[in-house]
């Protein structure tokens, strides 16, 4: 079987802050994918990253950047200097072993303030 | 290149009714996915078609709800009939092929509710 955990439910900041999204995940297999993708008001699903679980380096693009720890089963997602136009449901999600689907976490609200 | 449509947009039904949505994926995407995301959870996968087989569909209620895929392209998912619980919005999404490595994308969904 395979988890995703969201702990924050909601987390509003004001602009320019920077912002950590946490991501926990549970899996048995040694091989698996794990996604974030960001949800705007207008609903649609955005995908913003995959990474696989023998690739544990960060990954940096523009603003945003995620650190992948095995060792702690995280997954944490950060945007720097945040936007109002940030302000979305960003879920993460993981695919694992022989599954064929995505499981996705409860996801985060993200709003920022201007 | 043009995204998944999904149409229609809203849906507002009583129970007991039936409902159709429908889905056209990316051109040449061979997967094709149906998603239901009630309000404040993630979405949950209904069921995935490889061209017009279906692959996995072990979350489907299968006592009111149906899917087709047509000729490998366009979808219809199906409700029939229609329960209170089914209120949420259905995401459909497509991917070039099945696999873990190949990420979805994601159709604006239809965001249904039952009264």
């Known amino acids: 079987a395979q988890k995703v955990t969201q702990a924050q439910t909601e987390i509003s900041v004001v602009e320019k802050e920077d912002v950590t999204l946490d991501c926990v995940y549970e899996t048995r297999d040694t091989t698996y994918y794990l996604f974030w993708y960001k949800q705007p008001p207008s609903g649609e699903l955005v995908f913003l990253i995959r990474?696989?679980?023998?690739?544990?380096q960060n990954e940096i693009s523009g603003r945003y950047s995620w650190n992948f720890q095995k060792s702690t089963s995280s997954f944490n997602f950060t945007i720097t200097a945040s936007q109002v136009v940030d302000s979305a449901v960003y879920f993460c999600?993981?695919?694992?072993?022989?599954?064929?689907?995505?499981?996705f976490g409860s996801g985060t609200q993200l709003t920022v303030l201007p | 290149e043009a995204g998944v449509a999904q149409s229609p947009r809203y849906k507002i039904i009583e129970k007991r009714q039936s409902v159709a949505f429908w889905c056209n994926p990316i051109s040449g995407h061979a997967t094709l996915y149906w998603y239901q995301q009630i309000l404040g959870q993630g979405p949950k996968l209904l069921i995935q078609f490889q061209n017009n087989g279906v692959v996995d569909d072990s979350q489907l209620p299968k006592d009111r709800f149906s899917a087709e895929r047509l000729k490998g392209v366009d979808s219809t998912l199906k409700i029939q009939p229609a329960k209170l619980e089914d209120s949420a919005v259905y995401l459909c999404a497509s991917s070039l092929r099945s696999g873990r490595v190949y990420e979805q994308y994601f159709g604006p969904g239809t965001r249904l509710t039952v009264t």
């Open positions: 999600a993981l695919t694992s072993g022989s599954a064929r689907q995505l499981t």
């Open positions: 990474r696989n679980s023998f690739d544990e």
